[in-house]
């Protein structure tokens, strides 16, 4: 479970730099076009020109991440306008085909993770998180999802990735 909760805050430290609409696919889809700037593994799920949250760059270091080390986390955006309470994050996390986590969340509530509180004002924001990778992380291959989404349906941002951790 500290797995997913690992891979849990790799995108939400991506995505409350950001959020998008509630209908999650059963598959996490790869588009090379849509590819999160930066050193990360991160894509938008869709053209990201109308989203809430511009993202302007993820690292992580290291990338890709490694089971027992410290993954650090920095991220930069810029927000059009601000996010209150009542966002939701949809969080899916699958090792292969089985799926660990399904889960929709009030965004407020998760941004202690990251050291961040509502409202999240509208401008410029960055933050940087350190998270510790157990040791023990099966190896496989990790889809995950987080779309995130205003009160009223609109989409703050949307990201994926795939993860590979290996013995």
């Known amino acids: 479970m500290q797995l997913t909760t ?4 790799l995108l939400l430290t991506a995505t409350t730099v950001s959020a998008g609409n509630s209908w999650i696919p059963s598959q996490v889809s790869i588009n090379e076009e849509y590819k999160v700037p930066g ?8 053209d990201p020109k ?7 760059k993820v690292d992580l ?13 920095k991220a930069n955006g810029n927000l059009k306008e601000v996010i209150e309470k009542g ?8 090792y292969g085909l089985i799926t660990l ?3 929709e969340a009030d965004l407020c509530d998760t941004l ?22 157990p040791k ?17 349906g609109d989409k703050i941002t949307c990201l994926t990735a795939k993860v590979a951790f290996h013995r």
């Not at 966002?87 to 699958?94: E, G, N």
Request: glycine fraction near 4%; include cysteine.
């Open 101 to 103: 986590i399904n889960q």
């Open 6 to 9: 690992v891979l849990a805050s």
């Open 50 to 56: 109308d989203d809430i949250l511009k993202i302007e």
């Open 112 to 133: 202690d993770n990251v050291d961040l509180k509502c409202p999240l004002e509208k401008g410029d924001m960055s933050l940087t998180k350190d998270v510790d990778l």
């Open 39 to 46: 050193d990360n593994p991160l894509y938008f799920c869709s």
């Open 61 to 73: 270091s290291p990338n890709p991440p490694q089971p027992g080390k410290t993954l650090s986390i």
């Open 87 to 94: 966002a939701k994050v949809h969080l899916q996390v699958k």
């Open 136 to 152: 023990e992380i099966p190896p496989g291959t990790y889809s995950v999802l987080a779309d995130v989404f205003t009160e009223k």
